[in-house]
Protein backbone atom coordinates (compact mmCIF):
# COMPACT_ATOMS: atom_id res chain seq x y z
CA UNK A 1 0.00 0.00 0.00
CA UNK A 2 1.28 3.43 -0.70
CA UNK A 3 1.79 6.39 1.52
CA UNK A 4 -1.48 8.13 1.69
CA UNK A 5 -3.79 5.19 1.66
CA UNK A 6 -2.06 3.39 3.70
CA UNK A 7 -1.71 6.10 6.55
CA UNK A 8 -5.90 7.40 6.43
CA UNK A 9 -6.26 3.39 5.98
CA UNK A 10 -4.40 2.98 9.22
CA UNK A 11 -6.10 6.26 10.92
CA UNK A 12 -9.64 5.47 10.02
CA UNK A 13 -9.12 1.75 12.00
CA UNK A 14 -7.80 3.35 15.21
CA UNK A 15 -10.44 5.85 15.15
CA UNK A 16 -13.07 2.96 14.61
CA UNK A 17 -11.78 1.11 17.26
CA UNK A 18 -11.36 3.90 20.00
CA UNK A 19 -15.25 4.85 19.12
CA UNK A 20 -16.70 1.71 19.41
CA UNK A 21 -19.44 0.35 17.22
CA UNK A 22 -22.27 2.07 18.38
CA UNK A 23 -20.62 5.97 17.33
CA UNK A 24 -22.65 8.59 15.14
CA UNK A 25 -20.99 8.93 11.41
CA UNK A 26 -21.66 11.77 8.74
CA UNK A 27 -23.14 9.07 6.83
CA UNK A 28 -26.40 8.94 6.94
CA UNK A 29 -28.29 5.98 9.07
CA UNK A 30 -25.06 4.66 9.63
CA UNK A 31 -22.98 4.23 12.81
CA UNK A 32 -19.60 2.83 12.84
CA UNK A 33 -20.39 -0.32 12.70
CA UNK A 34 -21.97 -0.41 9.24
CA UNK A 35 -19.17 1.83 7.77
CA UNK A 36 -16.71 -0.56 8.85
CA UNK A 37 -19.08 -3.22 7.31
CA UNK A 38 -19.24 -0.75 4.47
CA UNK A 39 -15.57 -0.50 4.08
CA UNK A 40 -14.62 -3.97 4.19
CA UNK A 41 -17.36 -5.33 1.51
CA UNK A 42 -16.05 -2.48 -0.70
CA UNK A 43 -12.53 -4.14 -0.51
CA UNK A 44 -13.56 -8.10 -0.19
CA UNK A 45 -16.78 -8.25 -1.65
CA UNK A 46 -16.48 -7.01 -5.66
CA UNK A 47 -19.34 -9.12 -6.29
CA UNK A 48 -21.60 -7.10 -3.97
CA UNK A 49 -19.72 -3.76 -3.89
CA UNK A 50 -20.94 -2.81 -7.40
CA UNK A 51 -24.10 -1.97 -6.02
CA UNK A 52 -23.18 0.72 -4.39
CA UNK A 53 -23.01 2.66 -8.05
CA UNK A 54 -25.00 -0.07 -9.95
CA UNK A 55 -29.07 -0.11 -8.95
CA UNK A 56 -29.52 -3.73 -10.28
CA UNK A 57 -26.63 -5.05 -8.32
CA UNK A 58 -27.92 -3.02 -4.55
CA UNK A 59 -30.16 -5.53 -3.43
CA UNK A 60 -27.00 -8.13 -2.99
CA UNK A 61 -25.23 -5.23 -1.77
CA UNK A 62 -27.96 -4.83 1.02
CA UNK A 63 -27.68 -8.62 1.78
CA UNK A 64 -23.96 -8.76 1.79
CA UNK A 65 -23.92 -6.03 4.30
CA UNK A 66 -26.11 -7.15 6.68
CA UNK A 67 -24.33 -10.40 6.53
CA UNK A 68 -20.68 -8.30 7.52
CA UNK A 69 -22.36 -5.84 9.87
CA UNK A 70 -23.17 -9.29 11.67
CA UNK A 71 -19.56 -10.10 12.29
CA UNK A 72 -17.49 -9.14 15.57
CA UNK A 73 -16.87 -5.58 15.20
CA UNK A 74 -13.12 -6.31 16.19
CA UNK A 75 -12.84 -7.89 13.22
CA UNK A 76 -14.19 -5.90 10.84
CA UNK A 77 -11.56 -3.41 12.27
CA UNK A 78 -9.12 -6.31 11.39
CA UNK A 79 -9.62 -6.77 7.80
CA UNK A 80 -9.34 -2.83 7.69
CA UNK A 81 -5.99 -2.73 8.58
CA UNK A 82 -4.72 -5.69 7.09
CA UNK A 83 -6.21 -4.39 4.04
CA UNK A 84 -7.55 -6.20 0.48
CA UNK A 85 -6.50 -9.59 -0.16
CA UNK A 86 -4.36 -10.61 -3.23
CA UNK A 87 -7.07 -10.75 -5.69
CA UNK A 88 -8.20 -7.45 -5.46
CA UNK A 89 -7.86 -4.30 -7.49
CA UNK A 90 -7.16 -2.32 -4.57
CA UNK A 91 -3.96 -4.60 -4.02
CA UNK A 92 -2.02 -2.99 -6.62
CA UNK A 93 -0.34 -0.27 -4.87
CA UNK A 94 -1.63 2.42 -8.02
CA UNK A 95 -5.44 1.53 -7.51
CA UNK A 96 -5.09 1.65 -3.87
CA UNK A 97 -3.40 5.35 -3.68
CA UNK A 98 -5.93 6.27 -6.64
CA UNK A 99 -9.01 4.99 -4.85
CA UNK A 100 -8.49 4.89 -1.33
CA UNK A 101 -6.33 8.36 0.07
CA UNK A 102 -9.31 9.83 -0.33
CA UNK A 103 -11.72 7.21 0.61
CA UNK A 104 -10.70 6.49 3.59
CA UNK A 105 -9.34 10.44 4.21
CA UNK A 106 -13.48 10.95 4.61
CA UNK A 107 -14.89 8.16 6.33
CA UNK A 108 -11.93 9.24 8.84
CA UNK A 109 -13.35 12.45 8.83
CA UNK A 110 -17.18 11.39 8.61
CA UNK A 111 -16.28 9.59 12.22
CA UNK A 112 -14.31 12.62 13.01
CA UNK A 113 -16.56 15.26 12.44
CA UNK A 114 -20.10 13.39 14.10
CA UNK A 115 -18.66 14.11 17.22
CA UNK A 116 -19.50 16.98 18.99
CA UNK A 117 -15.92 17.82 20.32
CA UNK A 118 -13.89 17.72 17.08
CA UNK A 119 -11.49 19.73 16.05
CA UNK A 120 -9.72 20.92 12.84
CA UNK A 121 -7.22 18.23 11.53
CA UNK A 122 -3.80 19.56 10.10
CA UNK A 123 -2.80 18.13 6.73
CA UNK A 124 0.69 18.16 5.39
CA UNK A 125 1.09 19.93 2.04
CA UNK A 126 2.38 17.09 0.17
CA UNK A 127 -1.42 15.41 1.07
CA UNK A 128 -3.13 18.58 0.28
CA UNK A 129 -1.59 18.84 -2.90
CA UNK A 130 -1.93 14.63 -3.79
CA UNK A 131 -5.96 15.33 -2.87
CA UNK A 132 -5.95 18.55 -5.14
CA UNK A 133 -4.58 16.50 -7.89
CA UNK A 134 -6.88 13.91 -7.70
CA UNK A 135 -9.58 16.63 -7.27
CA UNK A 136 -8.18 18.48 -10.64
CA UNK A 137 -8.53 14.44 -12.52
CA UNK A 138 -11.68 14.06 -11.34
CA UNK A 139 -13.53 16.71 -10.64
CA UNK A 140 -16.36 16.42 -13.60
CA UNK A 141 -17.09 12.79 -12.02
CA UNK A 142 -16.72 14.52 -8.49
CA UNK A 143 -19.47 16.62 -9.25
CA UNK A 144 -21.57 15.53 -12.06
CA UNK A 145 -24.75 15.56 -10.23
CA UNK A 146 -24.35 19.03 -9.11
CA UNK A 147 -27.54 21.61 -9.01
CA UNK A 148 -25.59 24.00 -10.31
CA UNK A 149 -22.78 25.41 -12.10
CA UNK A 150 -19.59 24.54 -9.53
CA UNK A 151 -16.22 25.48 -9.20
CA UNK A 152 -13.49 24.55 -7.00
CA UNK A 153 -11.07 26.91 -6.28
CA UNK A 154 -7.85 26.81 -3.78
CA UNK A 155 -7.01 29.42 -1.52
CA UNK A 156 -3.97 30.24 -3.49
CA UNK A 157 -6.58 30.20 -6.80
CA UNK A 158 -6.15 27.08 -8.83
CA UNK A 159 -9.27 26.40 -9.97
CA UNK A 160 -11.00 23.13 -11.21
CA UNK A 161 -14.18 23.15 -13.10
CA UNK A 162 -16.42 20.39 -11.54
CA UNK A 163 -20.02 20.94 -12.88
CA UNK A 164 -20.57 23.38 -16.01
CA UNK A 165 -24.01 25.35 -16.06
CA UNK A 166 -25.64 28.01 -14.67
CA UNK A 167 -25.81 30.00 -12.12
CA UNK A 168 -22.16 29.44 -10.64
CA UNK A 169 -21.02 28.47 -7.14
CA UNK A 170 -17.04 28.61 -6.66
CA UNK A 171 -16.27 26.43 -3.57
CA UNK A 172 -13.04 27.69 -2.35
CA UNK A 173 -11.33 26.03 0.42
CA UNK A 174 -8.41 23.51 1.19
CA UNK A 175 -8.31 20.41 -0.81
CA UNK A 176 -9.26 18.22 1.65
CA UNK A 177 -12.37 20.21 2.55
CA UNK A 178 -13.37 20.39 -1.16
CA UNK A 179 -13.09 16.61 -1.21
CA UNK A 180 -15.56 16.57 2.01
CA UNK A 181 -17.78 19.09 -0.03
CA UNK A 182 -17.81 17.32 -2.98
CA UNK A 183 -18.26 14.12 -1.72
CA UNK A 184 -21.74 15.27 -0.37
CA UNK A 185 -20.34 16.66 3.09
CA UNK A 186 -21.56 20.14 2.40
CA UNK A 187 -22.10 21.15 5.39
CA UNK A 188 -19.50 19.34 7.43
CA UNK A 189 -16.88 21.15 5.30
CA UNK A 190 -14.92 24.41 6.10
CA UNK A 191 -15.15 26.11 2.78
CA UNK A 192 -16.80 29.65 1.30
CA UNK A 193 -19.63 29.76 -0.89
CA UNK A 194 -19.85 32.73 -3.30
CA UNK A 195 -22.30 32.93 -6.46
CA UNK A 196 -26.36 33.01 -6.21
CA UNK A 197 -27.74 32.13 -2.64
CA UNK A 198 -30.37 30.16 -4.28
CA UNK A 199 -28.05 27.99 -6.14
CA UNK A 200 -26.14 27.85 -3.20
CA UNK A 201 -28.98 26.53 -1.00
CA UNK A 202 -29.27 23.73 -3.47
CA UNK A 203 -25.75 23.07 -3.38
CA UNK A 204 -26.30 22.51 0.18
CA UNK A 205 -29.48 20.25 0.17
CA UNK A 206 -28.17 18.26 -2.45
CA UNK A 207 -27.39 14.47 -1.23
CA UNK A 208 -25.02 13.89 -4.04
CA UNK A 209 -22.89 15.94 -6.05
CA UNK A 210 -20.69 13.06 -8.31
CA UNK A 211 -19.79 9.24 -7.08
Partial sequence: MSTHAKRERLLLADLLETEGPDAPTLCEGWNTRDLAAHVVVRERRPDAAGGILIKQLASRLDRVMAEFT???????????????????????????????????????????????????????????????SRLERGARLMGRGAPTGLVLRRPDGQTAVAHRGTPVVTVTGEPSELVMFVHGRQNAADVELEGDKDAIAKLHEAKQLGI
Fill in 70 to 132: EKPYEELIQLIRTGPPRFSPFSLKQIDEASNAIEFYVHTEDVRRAQPDWVPRELDSVFQDALW
